[in-house]
């Protein structure tokens, strides 16, 4: 996995049809998706559940691109060997899930897996001020966590506090939650280059029509480009 900073789109298979994950894996990937964004939900941290270690272990040789796994769940630190064993490539935990994110960090590095660290939108970018040289990745979150379909929350400002705080360290800005073509102009103009969406790519879409799927992604890219 090499670093730039180029706009990656990451469908969130949040929105996928959860009886097919192997074929809406590749049907997203064969339209053009960067990385592939798998939210990991434990109806605690956040009041929904999706799927463990043994279900992302089972996406794994369905994803050729970056397998991008978003954990909401708490505690994090007993988990973190067994999505490296399912081969997670970025691991993100939460800064408010827990009082040792900087010690969590440590241990998803260790386990051989890029570091991301989520921010949810209460929380301010100084929360993770001292974490920048143990993160590969920075998850800006413009819903609060635990379903799909929600309306996005401007975090603009907190987009270009951390693009400045990051100065040129290789440390991702990823933006999840309510990307869709008018709002996903503004976040790349802040200084995002991952940029999660759901239901924005699935909508309308199915493994048997998945060029609905490429359209969709095609037409956030035209915003950002058409926006810059
Ligand atoms: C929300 C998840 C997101 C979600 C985004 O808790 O972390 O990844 O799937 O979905 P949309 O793009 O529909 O807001
Ligand atoms: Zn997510």
Redesign the pocket.
């Known amino acids: 996995m090499s670093f730039d900073r180029s706009i990656k789109i990451a469908p ?1 298979i ?2 996928a049809d959860f009886a097919n994950f192997g074929a809406e894996i590749r049907a997203i990937e064969d339209q053009g998706a960067d990385w592939v ?1 798998v ?1 990991v939900m434990d109806g605690h941290f ?1 009041p929904n559940l999706t799927f463990g270690p043994l279900a992302v272990k089972a996406f794994r040789p369905h994803v050729k691109t970056v397998m991008d796994v ?1 954990l ?1 769940i708490a505690p994090v630190d007993p988990y973190i060997d067994a999505y490296a064993d399912a081969g997670a490539d970025v691991l993100t935990a939460h800064v408010e899930a827990g009082p040792h994110i900087h010690r969590t960090l440590q241990a998803i590095r260790g386990a051989g897996m890029k570091a991301g660290v989520a921010l949810n939108p209460g929380t301010p970018a100084e929360a993770v001020a001292h974490l920048l040289d143990l993160t590969d990745l920075i998850c800006v979150m413009t ?1 609060n ?6 309306k996005f929350i401007d975090m603009t400002a907190k987009v270009r506090a951390l693009r400045g705080m990051i100065g040129d360290r290789p440390v991702h800005i990823e933006i ?4 869709d073509p008018n709002t996903a102009p503004l976040v790349a103009q802040a200084g995002a280059d991952v940029l ?5 790519v699935f909508k309308g879409g199915s493994v048997d029509n998945p060029a609905v799927y490429g359209a969709n992604m095609q037409a956030i890219r035209k915003s950002i480009s058409g926006a810059s």
């Not at 999660?196 to 924005?200: E, I, R, Y």
Request: hydrophobic share 40%.
């Open positions: 969130s949040l929105s964004h939210d956040v978003h909401m819903v966590p635990g379903f799909g379909g929600q999840d939650g309510g990307v999660v969406a759901g239901s924005a």
